[in-house]
């Protein structure tokens, strides 16, 4: 009897200083990764958001490319789901269960945030996202992020977390750049690629200007000026890079409206208007060359839009990523250009 009570107290004593290490460990984890990539940020966030085009760059595809996908909700933003389960057996190292993920918020093409819910091989949750942001150089940075907490008999495994997720994330990462520069035409000659996007509704300032076609970089700068000129007089910063909007063309002259987007919206004067840029679908194409030779591509996306049955329901408008005043080469200007479609 004696010693079943030195056994039972060294039993105690285990599950006791057992239950103390876990309480010094962490309850949460955060498992993050960066890269840049040469393409704007609607080029990545096009690919990230929209969880069809996940099959083009994520690093569990080819780790069960039979694996069963379906999709819900809208095409991109808060609510769009994507739910798999897996086609290999369940002591296959390469199998990725059974789960779902969901959007829960997008901040333009600045952030995007999931849910991830795992129902198999064990029931667990996540949440996590991109960060997107601008370098110098133009290119797109990329901080993908994944946190959740850790039942108190599964701390242990908080430590080994990074090193199970970043490789995968790693991987992803290095596919998505490989994918959305792919995407990017490198110059006026190349052929070039139309996509089918989403925009979302941003307040700007507006100035509008009647001009020949060789005027129309003089009158946007005139214009810009006095725009951000009203700016800094209300202490508010543009939220992106500044556009134009092509209300008619007949190739000598042109009605260009400038816009400088913001974060919100502020009240204008007599020569400059507070408005809210077009919302809906889209036709989208990044050119990278001089801003003289674009015509070519504005007539890529009007083929696009005829081949397709597509229609044009309003003018386009064209958002100039790159700033002149750090990229000295025009070859390497980037221009993304929008024509809004029903």
């Given at each position: ?18 239950a103390v290490y876990l309480m010094t460990l962490p309850d949460t984890y955060r498992v993050e990764r960066s890269i840049t990539i040469n ?304």
């Amino acid at each position: 009897m004696k010693v079943l009570k030195i056994i039972l107290g060294i039993v105690a004593l285990v599950v006791v200083l057992g239950a103390v290490y876990l309480m010094t460990l962490p309850d949460t984890y955060r498992v993050e990764r960066s890269i840049t990539i040469n393409a704007s940020g609607e080029v990545v966030m096009s690919s990230i958001a929209n969880f069809k085009e996940w099959e083009n760059w994520s690093p569990w595809k080819a780790k069960d490319p039979e694996a069963k996908y379906t999709y819900e909700g809208p095409e991109m933003g808060e609510g769009a789901k994507m739910s798999w389960v897996t086609s290999l057996p369940p002591d296959n190292e390469s199998q990725i269960g059974e789960g779902s993920m969901t959007v829960t918020g997008q901040n333009g093409n600045e952030s995007v945030n999931y849910d991830l819910a795992f129902i198999k091989p064990w029931e667990m949750g996540s949440k996590g996202g991109f960060n997107l942001s601008a370098d110098e150089g133009g290119n797109t940075v990329v901080n993908w992020w994944d946190e959740g907490g850790l039942p108190f008999l599964m701390r242990p495994m908080g430590s080994q977390m990074d090193a199970w997720i970043g490789p995968d994330f790693e991987e992803g990462l290095a596919k998505l750049k490989a994918y959305c520069e792919s995407k990017k035409p490198e110059g006026p000659s190349n052929d070039f690629v139309v996509e089918e996007v989403v925009v979302e509704a941003i307040p700007y300032l507006s100035m509008t200007d009647s001009c020949t076609v060789e005027m129309i970089s003089e009158s946007l700068g005139k214009m810009y000026g006095a725009i951000m000129g009203h700016c800094g007089e209300n202490q508010v910063e543009s939220a992106g890079a500044p556009f134009a909007i092509y209300h008619s063309w007949d190739g000598k002259a042109t009605r260009v409206e400038a816009g400088i987007p913001l974060a919100e919206a502020i009240k204008g004067t007599d020569a400059i208007e507070s408005k809210t840029l077009y919302a809906g679908n889209a036709l989208k194409l990044v050119y990278m060359g001089p801003y003289d030779q674009g015509e070519v591509a504005h007539n890529a996306v009007a083929d696009y839009a005829e081949a397709n049955g597509k229609e044009i329901v309003g003018p386009p408008w064209e958002v100039y990523v790159t700033d002149p005043g750090n990229e000295p080469d025009p070859n390497k200007y980037i221009t993304e250009i929008y024509y809004p479609i029903n």
